[in-house]
């Protein structure tokens, strides 16, 4: 093939030719069959809706406030519309993109141009791929790695300063909730634990093609640095015991023999991992109960409980000998 025809794309930090490299050509014609005949149809299988209004695109490019020493992490660019506004803000820009069509297409885009330079377009899976380094993040999240993609950020090092992703609106909604609001769950209270997150703006469904069967908004996203000082580990365990049913009072919610069961085996096995010698007499059924007998948690209901109550909570847990991982 003629040098002229062949089309590139920066592939995992590297330059390659789509036209000399078999996997990633053979991946453009798998993603292609999905589509209906343009080569740049939204394939639904990857949860593909491409934002198309430019007013909506200035309006996320304006809240992210991009300095000009940043560098941006943008996760699922699609063609391109919002990394081309991107480049004009920011110092250097890396992008995660799983469709090999895409990765192509928005090295194109810019192709020629001053902006290439800054560019940098990784082809994988954004929960699978090692973030290079960033200090602002701007996402069109497809729904089905909304969560891990959220946790994956806030767990990565070092800090950044902020992430302002647009995720289906009931999602988006859930990180914000409070307490005693119907959408308050696991998600509300992990999330606000290590970050602020603010509502930025709805997004019509129509803004974006095809149109997806829900609306949409925008949140950003502000780790707490430094982290609240909690084992992660063992704060999700006792959050997922509790919002399994989170309309109950906590002691109806602990008080069964499945998280008895639970519970007396992570004595056990902290007891062994601090080398304690001799048995460990804990019971489980009676510190559950006194727990949930004092003032502050008596026929409290999980839904209301804030950030403080639940750390307050795993606390008086944890003195009386009780883990949750």
């Not at 992008?95 to 810019?110: G, H, L, N």
């Not at 004595?267 to 991992?273: E, L, N, Q, R, S």
């Not at 839904?303 to 606390?315: F, G, N, V």
Request: proline share 6%; net charge positive; with cysteine.
């Amino acid at each position: 093939m003629p040098k002229s025809s062949k089309k590139k794309g920066s592939y995992a930090g590297g330059t390659v030719s789509a036209a000399s490299n078999p996997n990633f050509a053979s991946a453009a014609s798998a993603s292609s069959t999905k589509s209906t005949g343009n080569l740049l149809d939204p394939v639904k299988a990857y949860g593909q809706n491409f934002l198309k209004n430019p007013a909506i695109i200035d309006a996320i490019v304006q809240k992210s406030n991009i300095k000009p020493t940043d560098t941006v992490l943008e996760i699922g660019p699609g063609t391109g519309n919002l990394t081309v506004k991107l480049l004009e803000r920011c110092a250097r820009l890396n992008a995660i993109e799983y469709d090999p069509r895409m990765v192509r297409e928005v090295t194109k885009r810019v192709e020629g141009t001053p902006e290439s330079n800054k560019l940098t377009v990784i082809h994988g899976d954004a929960l699978k791929t090692a973030f290079p380094f960033f200090n602002v993040c701007v996402a069109n999240v497809p729904y089905q790695i909304s969560s891990g993609l959220v946790f994956k950020l806030l767990g990565h090092r070092p800090f950044f300063k902020c992430a302002v992703m647009m995720f289906q609106e009931e999602f988006a909604l859930r990180l914000s909730a409070r307490p005693g609001e119907s959408l308050y769950c696991r998600l509300s209270v992990n999330t606000q634990l290590l970050a602020r997150v603010d509502q930025l703006m709805k997004v019509g469904r129509n803004n974006f093609r095809p149109p997806p069967k829900v609306e949409s908004r925008v949140v950003r996203i502000e780790p707490r640095n430094p982290p609240p000082p909690v084992n992660f580990t063992e704060w999700d365990g006792m959050v997922r015991l509790l919002f399994n049913r989170k309309n109950k009072t906590i002691f109806s919610v602990l008080n069964n023999k499945s998280t008895y069961k639970i519970l007396e085996e992570n004595v056990k096995t902290k007891a062994a991992f601090d080398n304690v010698k001799g048995a460990v007499e804990i019971d489980v059924k009676k510190v559950i109960a006194e727990v949930c007998e004092t003032e502050e948690y008596k026929d409290k209901r999980v839904t209301r409980l804030d950030i403080d109550d639940l750390l307050k909570l795993l606390a008086e847990f944890n003195e009386r000998g009780i883990h949750f991982a």
